[in-house]
Antibody, heavy 119, light 111 residues
Framework: VQLQESGPGLVKPSQTLSLTCTVS??????????WSWIRQPAGKGLECIGR???????MYNPSLKSRVTISVDTSKNQFSLKLSSVTAADTAVYYC????????????WGQGALVTVSS | QSVLTQPPSLSGAPGQRVNISCTGS?????????VHWYQQLPGTAPKVVIY???NRPSGVPDRFSGSKSGTSASLAITGLQAEDEADYFC???????????FGGGTKLTVL
């Protein structure tokens, strides 16, 4: 299984950050997995942004919930992240990852995409 | 402030054993949710080295082991090697937050 993030590396303040994760080597429709976005500011820890099931059901981090939308496109084996009204505090490496439903842990990760919020 | 507490840094000499602790509460580790550990080498994505408290994925050396008791968990690395120098994060699920939570990470230095 491989995951690959794609999207703009630079976003202006107040705009919307958009990233897509393409999954290969496995089906995003599998009942055994969720699909998640995690971010990591430089030199800091990991923060789970949210997750989505292939059915479209989502769960978001309460601290980001008002600004986050995660969606899935099973026909393309992709899922996406939109984070609105970004500020410099949203500058981070954004990872997509597969979540094992049975244990709620991340077994496969993308390589990460650095997104910088700056004018 | 992370929900799970880890020491910021640890060090050990080659061949030694180190233990990285992860302290939670009754709404996460103490509630029976599994604790998972990730190794993050510089410039790379995290990689799971222990899942479900003590299970090792295929390909992870048996020098890595995990345990859990009460509201705390621990990652042990024996026979420390230079290649083990990395950041290590613990992770669990929190019922009061209804979401996945991470520790702040421990930077392991091999002397």
């Amino acid at each position: 299984v491989q995951l690959q993030e794609s999207g703009p590396g630079l976003v202006k303040p107040s705009q919307t950050l958009s990233l897509t994760c393409t999954v290969s080597g496995g089906s995003i429709s599998s009942v055994s997995y969720y699909w998640s976005w995690i971010r990591q500011p430089a030199g800091k820890g990991l923060e789970c942004i949210g997750r989505i099931y292939s059915s479209g059901s989502t769960m978001y981090n309460p601290s980001l919930k008002s600004r986050v939308t995660i969606s899935v496109d099973t026909s393309k084996n992709q899922f996406s992240l939109k984070l609105s009204s970004v500020t410099a505090a949203d500058t981070a490496v954004y990872y997509c990852a597969r979540v094992v439903v049975a244990g709620l842990f991340f077994d496969y990760w993308g390589q990460g995409a650095l997104v910088t919020v700056s004018s | 402030q992370s929900v799970l507490t880890q020491p910021p840094s640890l060090s050990g000499a080659p061949g030694q054993r180190v233990n990285i602790s992860c302290t939670g509460s009754i709404s996460n580790v103490g509630a029976g949710y599994g604790v998972h550990w990730y190794q993050q080498l510089p410039g790379t994505a995290p990689k799971v080295v222990i899942y479900g408290n003590s299970n090792r994925p295929s390909g992870v050396p048996d020098r890595f082991s995990g345990s859990k008791s009460g509201t705390s968990a621990s990652l042990a690395i024996t026979g420390l090697q230079a290649e083990d120098e990395a950041d290590y994060f613990c992770q669990s699920y929190d019922s009061s937050l209804s979401g996945v939570v991470f520790g702040g990470g421990t930077k392991l230095t091999v002397l």
